[in-house]
C-alpha cells in the first residue's frame, strides 16, 4: 500500500511554542502524513519522541485546517523478525512496515546508482 500524500503546514501559535519551550524548539513546517492511503481517520505526522517511553511520541493529527498535538503510545505490533510497526496504537490503515513511501524508495533507487554496498537491496535484480 502507498503512503497517504497529504501534507499539512504546521504553524503553531506562539502560545504553543511558549508552552513547549522548555521540551521542544517547535517551528514552521510542512508535515507528511506517515499512515497508508487508504486511512479513514485523521491524518498523522510524528513531531518527537522522548526515548521510546509509552506515551513519550507526540504526534500532530489533523483533518482538514484543525489540527492538534497528541502524546500517543506505539503500536505494538511486530514482525515475525520483531521490527516494531513505528506508529501509534490504535492507528487506522495498515502497519508501517506495509506502507510505501514512494519518494524515499525512489531516492534509494537513485543513491543505489552511486554507492550500491549501502543499498544493496536497490541491485540488479529488484523490483520497483
Known amino acids: 500500500m502507498n503512503k497517504c500524500t497529504t501534507v499539512a503546514l504546521f504553524d503553531p501559535p506562539d502560545w504553543i511554542v511558549a508552552l513547549f519551550a522548555s521540551v521542544r524548539r517547535l517551528e514552521t ?52 523478525k520483531e521490527e516494531a510497526c513505528g506508529l ?10 506495509d506502507v510505501t513511501d514512494r519518494t524515499l524508495e525512489a531516492w534509494k533507487r537513485e543513491l543505489a546508482k552511486d554507492f550500491p554496498d549501502h543499498f544493496p537491496e536497490y541491485g540488479e535484480g529488484h523490483e520497483s
Not at 486511512?39 to 510524528?46: E, I, L, Q, S, V
Not at 526515548?51 to 505494538?76: D, E
Not at 501509534?88 to 512496515?97: E, L, N, Q, R, T
Open 29 to 80: 513546517r510542512h508535515l507528511f502524513c506517515e499512515l497508508g492511503e487508504d486511512h479513514d481517520d485523521d491524518h498523522a505526522a510524528m513531531l518527537w519522541d522522548e526515548g521510546g517511553r509509552p506515551g513519550s511520541a507526540v504526534w500532530a493529527r489533523w483533518a482538514r485546517r484543525n489540527m492538534r498535538l497528541a502524546s500517543l503510545g506505539w503500536c505494538t505490533a511486530l514482525t515475525p
Open 88 to 97: 501509534f496504537d490504535d492507528h487506522p490503515s495498515a502497519h508501517a512496515w
